[in-house]
Every structure is written in structure tokens, then in C-alpha cells.
């Protein structure tokens, strides 16, 4: 088999990269930084803590973006320079330096193309993530737990910040549901192929004759609600209850019943919240919360609509996606992209951009071709 030019790799995601910066539109975010960096310097901007902290994640954001595409330019760059530096002092140690890098640079380039995939109308917003504990008792509700880590701990990688709004602990371990949000552009679009069930198998540390245990949780992605959504709740469908919040083993984590819990009657959902001191913040957050499962919600049924129309059939939501197995062997396998990771450890501490990226380009697959 023929060896491939490392010039013609470089030139190869050179191309990609002017794509990728094509489809970003580089010069538009810079003139929206320069936009928000003048908001961001206006003296009363904190009189408004609400749009102050959208101005300033968005700038963040939008400055973090446009860093990362011009430093991957200038290492393609650097690269360049570094294999003829190799080649015209015969240097093995240096080559070798230079086919780490085109290694590292394939892998970062092609991370940064999977977000150019990302153009659902919802997929640029942020995400509320919920997790519940399904079959398997106190193995469940430890799962469910373990899954909740992984994804704070995903996001605390990337530097997102995180809001657990509410958290349901199980009397023995773990916890029977959770809900919070990633506070990050795309987070949506980036987490919604999580959507789904996952399963556990493993010995159970709760079983006393050391047997495998099954066990299954629950994991629900939705985007942030916005005001131009139009999501509109009528009192009359909602019962709100209230509720004292409590902490791991029933410790009291508030002395008032503040936490809110909202069922919207029509459609069954429940959520609440109970990470705010007030009972009315918690019930501003539960609604906000509320909101966005509708919108998911409605962009199901009418995605839905336009399958039948088609005569496509649709995929249930609640389908099993990923299997993790600790027990006989480890491996962490995606069931519709066949993404596998051999290092379970590893991905329940957050290292799951591999799955991520697998699902976003199989989504947009799955979308491409419905739309031919």
C-alpha cells in the first residue's frame, strides 16, 4: 500500500479548514465580537444581570471559536515548516514529532466539522438534560447517578457551565431522577443523539452474593426555550405542588417547602426544581423547564407528521442506545453507530466527544436521507 504524502494530508485539511471557516463565516463573528465587546464595556450593562450574562458567554463564546479556528490554521502552518525542517536535516526525532501533530490535527479538524453539522432549527441552543432511573432498583437508581457525573463531568471538560435544577435521591443509593441544564451555544445539538436509554451490566456492589446485575436509565435531552418559542401553558392544565427539598439519605437540604414540582395534565410531564431558595424562582424554573419538553415535544410530533406523510416509520425515543458492560468484559458500545470505546472508566469520567461525534454525523445522515 502506497504511503500517503504528509503534504498532501496538510493540503488536505487545509481545504477542510477553509471549508469549515466558509460555513462558520469567520468575518461575521468577528464583526459580532467587536459588537459585544462595545456591550460588554458599557457602564450599566450589570443593571441588567440577565442580558449582562448573555452578552458576556456569548462573547466568550464567539472569541473561543474563532481562537480555535485561526490557531488550527497556524499549526497546519507550523507543521508545514516542522516536516521540511525534518526532511532537510534527516532528523527521525522531529519527523516523528510532525506525525504526531498531523495526528492531533486530523482529529481536531475533524472535530471542529462535525459543528458545522449542527443546523437543526433547536441545535444552537443550550440543553436542560434529565435523567431517571429505570429498570433494575438500587442498581438503577446508581446508574442513573453514574450517568448524571459523566455528563457534568463532559461538560466541566469543555469549560460549559452547568445548573442542576433538581435532584430525587433513592432511599438506599443513587438517585431516582435528575435535571439540569448546559449552558453552552450548540449544547443541544451537541448532546441531543443522548437522547435514548442506557444499560448497564456489572457486578452489583448492592448484591452481597457478588451476581451480575442489569440495569437501565433513562436519559432525555430537549433545548432551551426562547422567548420567540410561543410555548403557551394554560394554569388551568397545571397542578403545582410544593414540597421541602432533601438531600442524600432525606438529609434536609431546605427548611421550607420551596421546591416545586408542576404536572402538566394534558401530556403527563412532570418537573421540578428545587436548587432556588424561593418557591416562586422555583417555580419560574420548573415552567422554563416545562416549556422546553413541550417545544421537544411539538418538534417530535411534527417530525413525526412529515415521516407519515412520507410513509417513514419513526423511532421510538425511549429505544436503548448504549450498552456500557463492566462485567465478564469492558466495553462501551453505541448501538446505532457502532462507536465502541474499551475503557469504560474513561467515559463515565466525562471522555465521550468519540460517541458525540459518531452520532452527530449519523444523525445528519439520517436526516440527509429523509430529506432526499
Not at 118 to 139: K, N, P, W
Not at 185 to 206: D, K, W
Not at 309 to 338: A, F, M
Request: charged residues 30%; hydrophobic residues 35%; aromatic residues 6%.
Amino acid at each position: 500500500m502506497a504511503l500517503i504524502d504528509p503534504a498532501e494530508e496538510i493540503n488536505e485539511l487545509r481545504g477542510t479548514l477553509n471549508s469549515i471557516q466558509d460555513v462558520l463565516d469567520l468575518d461575521a463573528m468577528r464583526k459580532q465580537i467587536e459588537e459585544l465587546e462595545d456591550q460588554s464595556a458599557a457602564p450599566d450593562l450589570w443593571n441588567d444581570q440577565e442580558r449582562a450574562q448573555k452578552v458576556t458567554s456569548r462573547l466568550s463564546y464567539l472569541q473561543g471559536e474563532v481562537n480555535r479556528v485561526e490557531s488550527l490554521g497556524r499549526r497546519l502552518e507550523d507543521l508545514t515548516v516542522l516536516y521540511e525542517l525534518a526532511a532537510a536535516e534527516d532528523d527521525e526525532e522531529t519527523r516523528e514529532e510532525a506525525e504526531r501533530e498531523l495526528a492531533s490535527l486530523k482529529s481536531d479538524v475533524g472535530a471542529l466539522e462535525v459543528r458545522t453539522l449542527l443546523s437543526g432549527e433547536y441545535d444552537a441552543r443550550e440543553a436542560v438534560v434529565t435523567i431517571q432511573s429505570q429498570a433494575g432498583g438500587v442498581d438503577a437508581a446508581d446508574w442513573a447517578q453514574m450517568l448524571q457525573r459523566m455528563y457534568l463531568r463532559w461538560a466541566e471538560r469543555k469549560g460549559y457551565p452547568t445548573d442542576v435544577y433538581e435532584t430525587s435521591y433513592a432511599e438506599e443509593a443513587g438517585i431516582k431522577s435528575t435535571t439540569f441544564t448546559v449552558k453552552a451555544p450548540y449544547a443541544y445539538g451537541t448532546l441531543r443523539g443522548e437522547h435514548g436509554t442506557h444499560r448497564l451490566v456489572r457486578i452489583s456492589p448492592f448484591d452481597n452474593q457478588g451476581r451480575r446485575q442489569t440495569s437501565f436509565a433513562g436519559v432525555d435531552v430537549v433545548p432551551v426555550v426562547e422567548t420567540t418559542d410561543h410555548i403557551d401553558i394554560n394554569e388551568d392544565d397545571l397542578r403545582v405542588d410544593v414540597y421541602r427539598s432533601s438531600g442524600p439519605g432525606g438529609q434536609g437540604v431546605n427548611t421550607t417547602d420551596s421546591a416545586v414540582r408542576l404536572t402538566h395534565l394534558p401530556t403527563g410531564i412532570v418537573v421540578s426544581c428545587q436548587n432556588e431558595r424561593s418557591q416562586l424562582q422555583n417555580k419560574a424554573t420548573a415552567m422554563a423547564v416545562l416549556q422546553s419538553k413541550l417545544l421537544e415535544r411539538k418538534r417530535q410530533e411534527e417530525a413525526a407528521a412529515l415521516n407519515e406523510i412520507r410513509g417513514e416509520s419513526t423511532t421510538s425515543w425511549g429505544t436503548q442506545i448504549r450498552n456500557y458492560v463492566l462485567h465478564p468484559y469492558q466495553i462501551v458500545k453505541d448501538l446505532r453507530t457502532g462507536a465502541e470505546a474499551g475503557n469504560p472508566s474513561a467515559v463515565l469520567d466525562g471522555d465521550l466527544d468519540e460517541f458525540i461525534e459518531a452520532e452527530i454525523r449519523w444523525t445528519r445522515r439520517q436526516e440527509s436521507g429523509a430529506d432526499e
